[in-house]
């Protein structure tokens, strides 16, 4: 599913919206790169990378001061991530960010990057019917958690003062992550829900950023072309943020809800995964300024371990 059909399947749905973007703190790298995709291949481990770009204009604050500035903000993250089945029953996923992040404001660009804060969770299988021949709905739904670790910069400052957290490559604080993992089939349809909740904790610099909520679900058929599996999918992505707290002061203009419609297109073909997803933002609760599409590009190695 091209780019082109993506638009125009969803141009029409923001017509009924009024487009908004928040400051950076729902979109940056606090909110994280916790978002897997779709995983239909649920008995592969796999390894690879997964890029990211979004970009918008907003406004907001700076710590200490009460003027509010806007600036143009653009994120990308290239993420090392890879899924390991431990036992049947137990699989370990693992993701290693690298940022770029810039901002335009005034006649000022200011540009960070280097690694982000580093991820690994573990799932754990509740239901899994998907080797039965006798079933002709295919359930699979998994359950964990595990932490983000502060290994990103969180400190790096600009020419006149550190910058605005949001900014940075890091939060600074060891977070914990929690989420559900549901997918139902019939035949070659099927629905995919990913749930992450993310428990933030207090940096050194006694700045805390709001937990954290992202719902993915997207609807996908599964088609075999030419030895090639096609697989397109349409959905709806919520990500929502609760305020910022720094010195025990509530950041005014953190936090916020953001909906995404999503459209995208995974080939696999042998033990390879090619996977793209379209984010055009519908809606969202703070005031905006001007908002833009995100890009997600996967490439994956898929095997299975040796006993």
Known sequence: MPFFVCRNFLLPIILFFTLKTNACDVCGCSMGGNNLGILPQFQKNFIGFNYSHRSFVSEHSILGSETNVFSKETFHS???????????????FVI??????QQQQDSVNTIIRGIGDFSAFANYILFNNGDSLRKKW??????????????????????KNILNPNLQTGTGSFDILTN???????????????????????????????????????????????GYSLLPNLGLEYSSAEKDVHNAYVVAQSGGSLYFGTCG???????????????????????????????????????????
């Open 180 to 226: 559900l993992i549901y997918t139902v089939r019939y035949k070659k349809w099927g629905l995919n829900t990913i749930v992450f909740y993310r428990f933030n904790n207090r940096n050194s610099n006694e700045y805390k950023f709001g937990n954290r909520l992202s719902v993915n679900s997207s609807l996908f058929y599964w088609a075999n072309v030419k």
């Open 78 to 92: 290239l993420d090392l991530r890879g899924k390991f089945f431990l036992n049947r029953k137990i699989q370990l």
């Open 265 to 307: 297109l995974d080939v696999y073909l042998r033990n390879i995964t090619f996977g793209y997803k379209f984010q055009l933002p519908i809606y969202q609760s703070n005031p905006v300024i001007s908002g833009k599409s995100a890009n997600n590009f996967t490439l994956l190695y898929n095997f299975t371990r040796k006993k």
């Open 138 to 159: 295919k359930h699979n739904v998994q359950f964990g958690g595990g932490v983000k670790l502060p290994t990103g910069n969180f400190n790096k400052p600009d020419e």
């Open 96 to 101: 290693a960010p690298f940022s770029q992040n």
